[in-house]
């Protein structure tokens, strides 16, 4: 049992990574809320004073924000939808034996160690091109005029290349869950008759629940904030640009650091409110 000496000696240890932790969330906070009170313009005039809330004011009255939480919540539920529903079925795959099994698993993960810019590059110029991508050359081969994917369906686009990156994620998670299944459950059930889809709407469907939970919601929190795969493909065009995306012209293309500071004010509290939101809907699964 722990000493009270012991349990002193491990909070003076762990004393130091808790305070650079601490100091690496509240300084870029703290200095997001300095800026978002000020009228900060770098390349015309630098500080021009304090202007209350009237960033906060301009920026949520945009023309351009609404439309743009609108835009990332569609591209976090595409996302989602497609990783899940996608994931659950190559996890019950892959965990099936066959020949070249661990080649296989490998093949289908490798996806999630690629750099977004890089994924996005792939996609825009191998694949989408509308003159010599693969999906044009396919197109033509059976006749049918190529998709200017980029320009006429960009937020699909976006929803399949953001989710060609997550679904190894989401399929290694839900994987790992099916292999803790206990094979007698399953076992029992056939033989007792009972069909494919009611052995997996009844058995294999409530296990894996906890491991979709945890997915939907670590993948929630990265999603909300996808940047690179718009900054390549479609540069915030055609209406794919995110509350993200819109912060960056802000800050950088506009030069507005106090609007932009503004904006990231908003993207937290947005995160918050769809993490409480999950969290309350999806995450009593955690507790089941």
């Known amino acids: 049992m722990a000493t009270q000496h012991s349990r002193s000696a491990a909070r003076i240890m762990m004393a130091p990574a808790v305070i650079l932790l601490l100091g690496w969330m509240l300084v870029p906070l703290t200095m997001t809320l ?11 005039g630098g500080d021009l004073g304090w202007i209350g809330f009237e960033n906060y004011v301009r920026f949520v009255t945009s023309s351009s924000f609404w439309p743009s939480v609108q835009t990332t919540l569609v591209i976090v539920g595409g996302v989602l939808l497609i990783t899940v529903v996608l994931g659950v079925l190559l996890a019950m795959l892959l965990d099936q034996p066959f020949w070249g099994q661990g080649i296989v698993r490998i093949l289908v993960i490798a996806p999630f160690f690629v750099m977004p810019t890089v994924s996005a590059l792939v996609w825009k110029n191998m694949f989408m091109d509308p003159v010599n991508g693969l999906l044009a050359h396919l197109w033509k081969f059976f006749g049918a005029q190529p998709v200017e994917w980029l320009s006429d369906a960009s937020i699909f686009s976006i929803i399949l290349i953001v989710s060609w990156q997550w679904l ?20 029992a059930a056939e033989m007792d008759g009972a069909p494919p889809l009611s052995r997996f709407g009844h058995i294999i ?8 939970t945890i997915v939907i919601l670590i993948q929630t929190i990265f999603l909300l ?38 904006g990231g004010v908003y993207a937290i509290i947005l995160a918050n409110i769809v993490a409480i939101f999950l969290m309350r809907i999806v995450g009593k699964n955690l507790d089941a």
């Open 168 to 187: 190894p994620f989401a399929t290694l998670i839900l994987l790992t869950a099916i292999q803790s299944l206990d094979s007698e459950q399953l076992e």
């Open 225 to 262: 904030s996808v940047f690179a795969e718009i900054f390549v493909t479609t540069q915030g065009s055609f209406g794919t640009r995110t509350l993200t995306y819109l912060i960056f012209q802000r800050v950088l293309e506009s030069q507005n650091v106090g609007l932009g500071s503004a």
């Open 205 to 212: 469907l409530p296990h894996l629940s906890r491991a979709i």
């Open 34 to 44: 300095y800026f978002s009170f000020k009228r900060y313009l770098p390349l015309r």
